[in-house]
């Protein structure tokens, strides 16, 4: 039962989450950051940090959030436009930095 970030996080992304995850599975893109749900271990020492209450386990996703459930896994699955291959299952973010890419969901909104 991964975490998942949900729509308030769109253009806010002060990665308070990044910092608080004991293992590093909290990835930006551009103008949201997400949740890699193999990597995530449901510690939810996330949830509390976040200033605008984008982060909640996914079975207790809002509902008008819950296509974030979804699109956090389609942003480590799919290949995102500019990119050759899926970026997976990295293994940490402090190590790949942000990616500067979001799932066409978030860079449409
Ligand atoms: S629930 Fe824990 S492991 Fe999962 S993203 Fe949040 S801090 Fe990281
Ligand atoms: S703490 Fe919340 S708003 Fe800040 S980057 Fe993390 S999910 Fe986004």
């Known amino acids: 039962m991964p975490y998942v ?15 608080e995850c004991p293992v590093d599975c909290i990835y930006e ?9 193999k990597e995530c271990i449901d510690c939810g020492a996330c949830e509390p940090v976040c200033p605008v209450e984008a982060i ?3 079975r207790r996703v809002p509902e008008e959030y ?17 990119r050759d291959e899926p970026i997976g299952s990295p293994g940490g973010s402090h ?9 066409p969901l978030v860079a449409g909104r």
């Open 5 to 19: 970030i949900a729509a308030p996080c769109i253009d806010v992304t002060d990665k308070s989450c990044i910092e």
């Open 29 to 37: 893109g551009d103008r949201k950051l997400y949740i890699q749900p």
């Open 56 to 58: 909640s386990q996914d």
């Open 66 to 82: 819950t296509e974030f459930i979804e699109d956090n896994r389609l942003f480590f699955a799919e290949t995102l436009p500019g």
């Open 95 to 103: 190590k790949t930095g942000a990616f500067g890419v979001d799932t």
